[in-house]
């Protein structure tokens, strides 16, 4: 399985931890941004979104993180523990990605990224929105031992690249206690967490320069 993607990429590292849970091999290809890689006329008959992280699957091209977890965990999952049948589990678990993607991942982003890539300075505002993410991220964990139930799931490891990056960022997570509870114990057991490592390490080169 094709696999476009940069290592420090906090969604390519959630589909390779999916992958490492599944038991999945990904042919890694580096699709460097910077380089203009994923415009290339061969990478737009893939993927005419042109964003990683993006698989091809014996022909089958798929993108977007989230979507790729479920579909790998759907396909090659030995059973559905990380990806429940089940209409509430899997509606709860929707639930989690939907906000990892729309405000825990996106509100970092907004807040982070123009400091790093472009060097705007910070904005109060969107700090502030990216803080109250973490608020409702920590009550969710305050019910739960993961974050949509007492068993890991996608969620979890979608969740997981996503604070790893906060981290790198100088994030002071120890304000959330069930949040750094969590991610502690993630940390140690979660599927491919290794990979997950090496990609922080990759990502935190930026905040270097």
């Not at 399985?1 to 290592?7: A, E, H, K, Q």
């Not at 993006?54 to 990380?82: C, H, Q």
Request: a neutral charge.
């Amino acid at each position: 399985m094709d696999f476009y993607y940069l290592p420090g990429s906090a969604p390519c590292r959630a589909v390779q931890m999916a992958a490492a849970a599944v038991g999945v091999e990904l042919n890694l290809k580096l699709t460097d941004l910077m380089a203009g890689e994923h415009l290339k006329p061969s990478f737009l008959k893939i993927n005419p979104q042109h964003c990683i992280p993006t698989i091809v699957d014996n022909g089958f091209p798929l993108w977007e993180s989230r979507a790729i977890m479920g579909y790998l965990v759907e396909k090659y999952g030995k059973d559905d523990s990380l990806y429940p049948k089940d209409p509430q589990k899997r509606a709860l678990i929707n639930q989690r990605l939907y906000f990892d993607q729309g405000t825990l991942y996106q509100r970092f982003a907004d807040y982070v990224y123009p400091q790093v890539f472009a060097k705007k300075p910070a904005d109060q505002e969107k700090e502030k929105k990216m803080l109250d993410g973490l608020e409702f991220l920590d009550k969710f964990l305050e019910k739960s031992k993961y974050v949509a139930g007492d068993s890991l799931t996608i969620a979890d490891l979608s969740i997981l690249a996503t604070i790893s990056t906060y981290e790198v960022a100088k994030v002071d997570l120890s304000k959330y206690a069930s949040v750094a509870s969590w991610y502690e114990r993630l940390r140690k057991e979660a599927p491919g967490t290794e990979i997950n490592q090496a990609g922080i390490e990759h990502f935190a080169k930026y905040f270097e320069k």
